[in-house]
């Protein structure tokens, strides 16, 4: 199950909407082995793309070292898809090199960058199996 509080679920909905109708993407970074994803970063998508997303190299790199300074690994890896459900396409499995992240999905195929709710959708995806789970939102974690 994915926890996640709900400022971060908001501001991953609402980057997914700004981008709207290209693809947003980043990563909640958490504590090693906590499971617990408490740092938003939002990142390009350097395709600039409706129907794909890819991250920057060189940002992706340097947030990697970030995280590695600070104990950190990526908790949620997240973008969104704006003409489709929000289920894992083969290149976003094919993607997916990270067992431990819980992917997660926004479709804004509905309303795009409009009122309205989205589909929020959250996977463990390992070994090009995928796996859907449930999504928790809480208020804040206890600290």
């Known amino acids: 199950m994915l926890t996640i509080e709900q400022a971060t679920y908001d501001a991953i909905v609402a980057h997914a909407k700004r981008d709207h109708p290209d693809e947003a993407c980043g990563i909640v970074a958490g504590p090693e082995g906590s499971d617990r994803p408490e740092r938003f ?43 489709t459900e929000a289920y894992p396409s083969r290149t976003d499995i094919g993607l997916a090199m990270e067992p431990n992240a819980h992917y997660v999905l926004v479709s804004t195929r509905e309303h795009g960058n409009n009122d309205g709710p989205v589909e929020f959708r959250s996977y463990r995806i390992v070994e090009g199996e995928v796996t859907e789970e449930p999504v928790s939102v809480v208020d804040a974690f206890p600290r």
Do not use: K
């Open 41 to 83: 970063v939002e990142m390009v998508n350097a395709a600039g793309s409706p129907t794909f997303y890819e991250f920057d190299s060189t940002d992706l790199l340097h947030l990697y070292q970030e995280m590695d300074r600070a104990d950190e690994e990526p908790v949620v890896i997240y973008h969104s898809h704006t003409a």
